[in-house]
Every structure is written in C-alpha cells, then in structure tokens.
C-alpha cells in the first residue's frame, strides 16, 4: 500500500464517535477507526478535536454581499427598504467591482470552513452584469470552493419587464439552478403562475429549483403548496428546495398538519434563513412580535430536510455577518428553541451534511469519501455551536487550504500568576 498523505490522531466526528484516526491518501479518506495501526508522511495529533464534513451555505447572496453602505445605508433595516436599496444600487454596479467583493467573500468563506455556496444572482438587469460577473467568480474559485448559481428574479419573473427572458439567458450562459419569488408577484394568482412556469422550465432543462417562497408573515401565503404540487406533477422530487418559508410561521396549525406530509411526499427541502428572517419579519407586529422563522422541528419531523443558510453579510438587507455558519447554527437553534441533543445536532447538520444533501455533494466522513473536512477547536458539535469555534485546519481533498490557531485569552489578573491562558472550553 502506498504510504498515506496524513493521518488524524484522536478526533471525534459530529455522530458522536468519539478518539477516531482518520487516514487520508490521494486526496480521500481511506480509513477510520480508533488507533489505527499505520505509518503516514504527516501525523497531526487532533486528540478530542470535533471533525466535520465542510460548512456549506445553502441560500446566499453574493452579487450584492460586502456592498454595505452603497449608495446609502438602509435606513429603516427593512426588507422592502433593502430591495429598494438594491434597486438604487442596480444602476451603479460594474462586473469588475461585484468580482472583486464576491472573491473577498470567497476567502472568508474558505477561511470559516465553507467549501460550497448556493448563491442567488438577480437577473432582473438586462445587462445580467451579476451573472456574468458571478459565473466569472465561480471559475476562479472552483479548484477551492463549490459555487453554484440561482437564477434569481428579484423583482419578480412575472412582474419585471424582460425578466423571464433573462433568467433563461442566465441558464444558458451557465447558472444551474432556477430560481423564484412568488410572494413578490403582484397577486398570489401571479405567484402560483410563475410557480408552475419556472418548475416547468426546470423539468424541461433538467434542472434543480431553489425558490424565495413565502417570505413574508402573511399566514394565507400558499406559494410552497403550489411549489410542491408542481415538484410532484413534474417528477423532480429531491430536485427541489424552498427557501425562507416564514410564513409558515403565522399559518393556522390545521393546515400546516396538511402542508408537511404533501412537502415530504414531493421531496422539497426547506432552507431558513435564521439572522435574516429573525431581523425581517415581524416588522408589522406590535407586542409579541412573531419570530418569523419556518418550523425547523417540525419539518423535519415530517422528513423535509432542513438546511440553514447565511443569506445576507454586509449588504442592503442586513449589515452583519462574516461567513460564519456557526454563527447562523446558533441563531437558528435559539429561534427554533432547538436545544434538546436531537436539536444541537440538527443545527449543526443544517450547517454541514443536509446541505450538503440538498446540493448533491457526496460529502462524507466516510471510507471512500473525498477529504474536505474541517477541524474544529471544540470537543463536539454542541461546543462549536456555543464557541463558534476556530476553524484548525481546512482541506478540501486533502489539500490543506486554511489553518487558525486555537482561541485563547491571555489574563493578567492582580494577584495571580502573570499571563494566565484562559480557554471557555470545559470537558462534560
Ligand atoms: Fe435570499
């Protein structure tokens, strides 16, 4: 046997096994177990360190990330005032200067672990400058990270003038995925169209579909119904996700008891949105404010896998962020009260495996499985969550791309010991 890249001593992995060897050998994992009995070029000792598959976020929006503050700020922190914001923005916007922000981005992701992307890009510009400016960025990063691409009508495929035939002009230049806004057409009846031309649109390319869908507090939105009898009618189960979904919120309970079963049976996902919807919604709402995230728990007790993404960093809809899934694992697990061990655990897979899932990566740490992984500076996945913890090493087949020294304080406390180093870590 040829001897191996390197080897991992003593991790332990996201499903709880814990002091496992991880041996990696032509860019993929060749063996796991507990003290494996072979030589490798590298030993790295990783003893009780968490192992995970890479971050992955599975709703962005990179053509207009890292634009904070251009033309303005958004004054009120709305999502109307945001699209507006946008839409000002739109006119100003050069290739070079959206290549040059999303490669930025591109580099916080990779050094917070992310090694895919699902991107929305606006198509509502008869110019597509995003597109071409995001295709041309997808090739730049693809030996490092995965960039997939949504054609994305942000004003509306049915609404905008031109729209329809600019997001196929999208397709055919290259992005793979097709996109929607149905609560942003001018009637739930314009909604439901656009719904069924773009599904059909996707069946016809064979391609997948990621589409905003309800995003509002409406409870009488019924736009991911319609998604899903489409998906069904058309056979693209499992080709399918719907992003956002905050409506479900504020539905009526009798009839989300219908709508979960008639979305697993079609084979949708859902991506929530938790710093984004938990800052958007709600705006409308006096006292008690409606938190306006989707049923997380419940959708995946009904087997719709559940992913989180990060959305918005820096841009007109929301001025924080720094491409830290952690970060979006820990808002989506206080919003949706998921703190049993089932939903720390679900948390960190809506940052991590079901994404990875829904984008058809074959991601895994697994014999067999390509050597992207991330090590953590946490013992398990409830740890990283609470520490947002320091990524130690990135690889993505087994190529290390990025490394961050653990994270610790140096304390000098009167009357104790000079420059004591305090880590927030505690062994259960
Ligand atoms: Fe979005």
Redesign the pocket.
Known sequence: MAELDFILRGVNLPDGRQQQDVAVQGGRIVHIGPQLAVAAAREIAAHGKLLSTPFVDA???MDATLSLGLPRLNQSGTLLEGIALWGELKPHLTEEAIISRALEYCDWAVARGVLAIRS?VDVCDSRLLAVRALLEVKRRVAPYLHLELVA?PQDGVLRSPGALAQLEQALDLGVEVVGGIPHFERTMADGAESVRLLCELAAARGLRVDM?CD?SDDPHSRHVETLAYHAQRLGLQGRVAA??LTSMHSMDNYYVSKLLPLMAEAGLAAIA?PL?NITLQGRHDSYPKRRGMTRVPELLAAGVPVAF?H??VMDPWYSFGSADMLEVAQMGLHVAQMTSQQGISDCFAAVTSRPAQILGLDWGLREGAPASMVLLDAANCAEAIRLRAARLAVWKDGVLLAEQPPQSVRLHLPGRPAQTELRLQRAL
């Open positions: 709703h962005f929006h929305h994305f905003h995003e992003s956002h949105n984004i993404g959305d918005c």
